[in-house]
């Protein structure tokens, strides 16, 4: 611990890394809390279509020359409410395969035909914080309030809707805008973490400290707060450990969280073990 404080500290004497980290530490909490409503409702693959296809929008923004922030924002959404709109009949997985599968293969074809890009394709399907603007830093502190300061205002609808849609809808309550609401929230959030885990990567940073927190803990406030702090442990963890051993940022943020699911995963194991033998 005592490595990881001075090699924080040293990271925050450059004005460049201090911005980027704490924009890595408001998105992933957002992250953490939407990913336990996702995991709940058992909707954790949404994340991951609309990872993709924030990934083909920034790559034809590259090539039509848009801001690629605000490009793949645009169509994130889109691609959100596409996706609830889809019949049920047919399946939510099935639904986000579609986009997903489609919005990959427009970003193929795009690239093919494009061979002078001026935005690095790397940094947004694997990551990379530490070169976010100062542009960008503010742009993903500000989504995060908003995310954040939404979740709050509208926690009890939304843990009501997590576990009994159909008594929501019952009660009056507009469910279908609900829906949209944690949909764009999603949204936000991939977007804005494709700078940190990039877009292959984004499923990890919504689902495993929700997975891992639901192994420790029962209620949901509790879940809630376990995986934020899950979150933002490993987010800074990962930094650090990039920094030291020279690796990637975003791959390091996610190799910390699959060891604390694991650690909490054989903890749950052999305490489990001890309560049945006792």
């Not at 690629?68 to 924002?73: I, V």
Request: net charge positive; aromatic share 10%; charged share 10%.
């Amino acid at each position: 611990m005592s490595i990881m404080h001075s090699v924080l500290l040293s990271l925050f004497t450059y004005k460049f890394a201090a911005r980027a980290i704490f924009a890595g530490t408001a998105v992933s909490l957002c992250a953490a809390l939407i990913g336990v409503v996702l995991t709940l409702r058992r909707s954790s693959m949404l994340g991951d279509g609309l990872s993709h296809t924030a990934f083909a929008a920034v790559v034809i923004a590259a090539a039509t020359g848009w801001s690629p922030y605000w490009a793949s924002l645009i169509i994130t959404l889109a691609a959100a409410f596409l996706i609830l709109r889809i019949k049920p009949g047919h399946g939510g997985d099935t639904a986000v395969a579609v986009i997903s599968v489609s919005s990959l293969a427009v970003g193929m074809l795009v690239i093919s035909q494009n061979s002078g890009f001026n935005v690095n394709m790397n940094e947004y399907l694997f990551g990379s914080i530490l070169s976010m603007s100062r542009t960008d830093v503010f742009v993903a502190i500000g989504l995060s309030v908003f995310v954040l300061a939404v979740f709050l205002l509208c926690r009890r609808v939304i843990f009501s809707m997590t576990f009994d849609e159909g008594f929501c809808k019952a009660c009056g309550v507009k469910t279908e805008f609900y829906k949209n609401l944690i949909a764009v929230l999603t949204a936000v959030i991939v977007v804005m973490g494709m700078r940190i885990v990039g877009a292959l990567l984004m499923t990890n940073l919504l689902i495993y400290p929700a997975v891992s927190s639901m192994k420790l803990l029962r209620s949901f406030k509790g879940v809630l707060i376990c995986s934020a702090c899950v979150s933002v442990f490993c987010f800074l963890l990962g930094i650090v450990t990039s920094c030291v051993l020279g690796t990637p940022a975003g791959a390091g943020i996610v190799v910390m969280n699959i060891i604390v699911y694991a650690v909490v995963s054989v903890f749950n194991a052999v305490s489990g073990r001890i309560h049945t033998h006792t």
